[in-house]
C-alpha cells in the first residue's frame, strides 16, 4: 500500500464539497461525472425492483438477464457478439479494471499505459504488485496514443497494454488505425490489452472507433473490455460497469468477486439493465448538450492565447496548457494554479500533476452553460489579476 496514492481527482471534490458545505459559491470544474439525472426509464425500472423485493442476493457475475442486455448492447452498436461466460457486471468500471488487475498481473509484470492518464489504471497496476509502464501522449497529436512509441516500449515482461479511448484526462479518441498496429503488435507476442471504454458513448464526431470489433477480430483471446453505465447512462453513483473478456478471466473475476464486494447491488442491476434496453435517446440529448458546451468554454478559454487547448474529440473534459501563465515569481505549478483558483476565485480544477501531466489543468465541463460562463469569467479574472500584479507575463 505504500505504493498506493489516494485519487487526486476525488481530493478536488472533497475541497470543494467542504467549500460547499460552509456555504461558498463554487464553480465545480473538478467533477468527473455527468451532471445529468439518470433516464427516467431505468429510475422507474429501480423502483419497480424495490417494490418486487428484487433486493436479495444475485450470482455474483450478475443476473443473466444483465448480462445478455450488455451482449446485445454490444452486438447492435459493435457488430460483436458476447456469450454470457464473457461477462461480469462490476461496481463500476473502476471494479471492472481492478478484478482484471488483481486476476491478471503479478510481480516482474510490466503493464504499458500511455499519460496523461486516470490515476486509477496505474495505482491498480502498482495495487497489483506489476510495474506500470508509462508513455507520454503529446498535446501536439491531441493526445492520441502513438503506437511507435508504444511498441517502443514493450519488453519480454510486458504483460498487458491499457488503451483508454476517449481519454480522461485528455478527452482524446485515438484512431483505429493507431490502436489496431498496437494491437496487432501485441498480439504477434501474447500480450493482453486493456481497453477502458468508459466513455465509450461521448465521441463527437462521427470517426470510425469500432474498438470491439477491431481488437476481437485481431486477438479475441487476449482482448479485455472495461466498461461503465457510469457517464453513457448518467448512472456513477449507482455503481454498474462490467468486464467483456475471454471465459477463464471472467471465471478469475468471477472468483474474485465472489470473495470480496460479490454482486453489484440487486436494484443497480435492473436499473442498468433497462438503461442499455430503453431508449437511448438520453444518451445522443446529452452528448448534444456536451458538445455545446465543450465549443462554447473552448472558446472562451482559448480567447488567451496562454491558455492552450486543443478540442477534446470525446469524454467531458478540456485539457488545456497552461505553462505559459506560469513563473518562478509568481505561480509555478498547475498544483499552485489550480489551488489559487480555488482559494482567490472559487473555482475547482483539478492540476495536471494527479495525471502525470504537470503544466496541464483538467477542466469538466459536465455542468451547466450557465455556470461553466460564470466558471469562465472568474478564471479570466484571475488570470488578468496575476498579469496586473507582475505574476504572469502579458497575452501579448
Ligand atoms: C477513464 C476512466 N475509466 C473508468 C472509470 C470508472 O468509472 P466508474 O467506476 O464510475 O464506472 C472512470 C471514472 O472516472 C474513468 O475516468
Known amino acids: 500500500?505504500?505504493?498506493?496514492?489516494?485519487?487526486?481527482?476525488?481530493?478536488?471534490?472533497?475541497?470543494?464539497?467542504?467549500?460547499?458545505r460552509q456555504g461558498v459559491d463554487v464553480v465545480d470544474f473538478g467533477a468527473?461525472?455527468?451532471?445529468?439525472?439518470?433516464?427516467?426509464?431505468?429510475?422507474a425500472e429501480a423502483v419497480r425492483a424495490i417494490d418486487e423485493n428484487f433486493t436479495k442476493y444475485t450470482p455474483a457475475a450478475g443476473i443473466t438477464e444483465l448480462k445478455q442486455a450488455i451482449a446485445a448492447r454490444y452486438r447492435a452498436d459493435y457488430g460483436v457478439a458476447f456469450a454470457d461466460s464473457e461477462i461480469i457486471a462490476t461496481a463500476g468500471g473502476k471494479q471492472a479494471l481492478y478484478n482484471v488487475a488483481m486476476v491478471l498481473y503479478e510481480r516482474g509484470d510490466e503493464v504499458i499505459t500511455h499519460a496523461p492518464y486516470w490515476p486509477t489504471i496505474v495505482e491498480q497496476i502498482k495495487l497489483a504488485d506489476a510495474t506500470p509502464v508509462v508513455v507520454h501522449t503529446r498535446a501536439e497529436e491531441g493526445f492520441t496514443v502513438h503506437p511507435e512509441a508504444i511498441i517502443e516500449a514493450i519488453t519480454p515482461r510486458t504483460k498487458a497494454i491499457v488503451i483508454n479511448s476517449p481519454c480522461n484526462p485528455t478527452g482524446a479518441v485515438s484512431?483505429?488505425?493507431q490502436i489496431a498496429a498496437i494491437v496487432d503488435a501485441a498480439a504477434r507476442r501474447g500480450i493482453w490489452i486493456v481497453l477502458d471504454l468508459c466513455y465509450e458513448k461521448l465521441i463527437y464526431d462521427p470517426v470510425p472507433h469500432n474498438l470491439p470489433k477491431l481488437l476481437t477480430d485481431r486477438m479475441r483471446d487476449r482482448t479485455i473490455l472495461a466498461c461503465s453505465a457510469s457517464k453513457t447512462y448518467s448512472m456513477t453513483g449507482w455503481r454498474c460497469g462490467w468486464t467483456i473478456a475471454p471465459p477463464a478471466v471472467i471465471a478469475a473475476c468471477n472468483a474474485l468477486q465472489s470473495h470480496s464486494t460479490s454482486n453489484v447491488a440487486s436494484i443497480s442491476q435492473r436499473a442498468a439493465l433497462a438503461a442499455l434496453t430503453g431508449p437511448q435517446e438520453p444518451v445522443r440529448t446529452m452528448l448534444d448538450e456536451y458538445r455545446k458546451r465543450r465549443d462554447s468554454l473552448h472558446a472562451w478559454l482559448t480567447a488567451d492565447p496562454r491558455i492552450e487547448c486543443t478540442k477534446p474529440a470525446g469524454a467531458f473534459y478540456l485539457f488545456p496548457r497552461i505553462t505559459r501563465l506560469l513563473s518562478p515569481g509568481g505561480i509555478r505549478t498547475s498544483a499552485?494554479?489550480?489551488?489559487?483558483?480555488?482559494d482567490d476565485v472559487r473555482v475547482a480544477v483539478t492540476a495536471g500533476e494527479g495525471f502525470d501531466a504537470p503544466g496541464y489543468l483538467r477542466i469538466s465541463y459536465a455542468t451547466s452553460m450557465e455556470r461553466l460562463r460564470e466558471g469562465a469569467d472568474r478564471l479570466m479574472n484571475f488570470v488578468r489579476r496575476l498579469e496586473q500584479t507582475g505574476k504572469a507575463v502579458t497575452a501579448s
Do not use: N
Open 1 to 20: 500500500m505504500s505504493r498506493v496514492s489516494a485519487s487526486p481527482t476525488l481530493k478536488v471534490l472533497l475541497e470543494a464539497e467542504k467549500l460547499r
Open 336 to 342: 499552485e494554479f489550480a489551488q489559487a483558483l480555488l
Open 175 to 177: 484512431s483505429e488505425e
Open 32 to 43: 468527473g461525472e455527468p451532471d445529468f439525472p439518470t433516464p427516467e426509464h431505468a429510475k
